[in-house]
């Protein structure tokens, strides 16, 4: 149906807070991202899942990072403990197949702006 | 390690006029794709322009095109006939061609001007 969609769009947690964002990615597309995107630079990867199976956490900054996708569907990135830097904007894409040699659109949601105190 | 350089924070162009965006990236790899992507306030990244890396032609989609030099590993975006509706932060992107992460540059705003 409709684009990638994110909620909430904006969140604001004190420092020390558990915060989940959610992501819904494109029906039927297996590959889903995550990345970081702090202001003023460009987005930074975080993880990927291909279905249900994250096959690549490495740019997760800290082990208070975690992210699920329990049916091959929505998606969840959860922060524990809350810090001031990882204050951010968290992208959600979503593409189609798996990638390879051919060329696999990644479709962005608008993202979570979430700010830390 | 692949990285995307940016060296414009800014740019600014009169409407209906043409800007080029810079961009240049290291890689020592021969296979990968380069995207354009413009992000406007509204914050959903909209992928602009691609190119394979294996393409000698450069890619074109209506009023955007790219300089892709490979050898010299510069992707810089023109954009002719410039609208209001252009203005946003554009980002140039590289991928590995057989990964699915993206690697971003920094950005730069591009500002039209009625």
């Known amino acids: 149906g409709a684009g990638v969609s994110q909620s909430p769009r904006y969140k604001v947690a004190k420092r020390g807070q558990d915060v989940a964002l959610r992501c819904d990615p494109i029906?039927?597309?297996?590959?889903l991202f995550w990345y970081q995107q702090a202001l003023g630079q460009g987005p930074e990867f975080l993880t990927y899942?291909?279905?249900?199976?994250?096959?690549?956490k490495s740019g997760l900054p800290s082990d208070r990072f975690f992210a699920e996708r329990p049916e091959g569907s929505v998606s969840t990135l959860k922060i524990q403990r809350t810090q001031q830097e990882d204050s951010a904007v968290y992208l959600c894409?979503?593409?189609?197949?798996?990638?390879?040699?051919?060329?696999?659109?990644?479709?962005f949601g608008p993202g979570t702006r979430l700010t830390v105190l | 390690a692949q990285t995307v350089t940016q060296s414009q924070p800014e740019m600014s162009v009169q409407e209906a006029e043409t800007v080029t965006l810079s961009c240049t990236y290291d890689t020592s790899e021969s296979d990968y794709y380069l995207f354009w992507y413009k992000q406007p306030p509204s914050r959903q990244m909209i992928l602009v322009i691609r190119q394979e890396a294996y393409k000698q032609q450069n890619a074109t989609e209506n009023r955007f095109s790219v300089n892709f030099q490979k050898a010299a590993k510069s992707f810089s975006l023109k954009i002719s006939d410039s609208q209001l509706g252009d203005a946003a932060m554009y980002f140039c992107?590289?991928?590995?061609?057989?990964?699915?992460?993206?690697?971003f540059g920094t950005g730069t705003r591009l500002q039209v001007f009625p």
């Open positions: 992107a590289y991928r590995l061609g057989d990964t699915d992460k993206l690697i």
């Open positions: 029906s039927g597309h297996v590959s």
């Open positions: 899942f291909q279905n249900e199976a994250q096959l690549d």
């Open positions: 894409a979503s593409s189609l197949t798996v990638s390879g040699r051919l060329y696999n659109e990644q479709f």
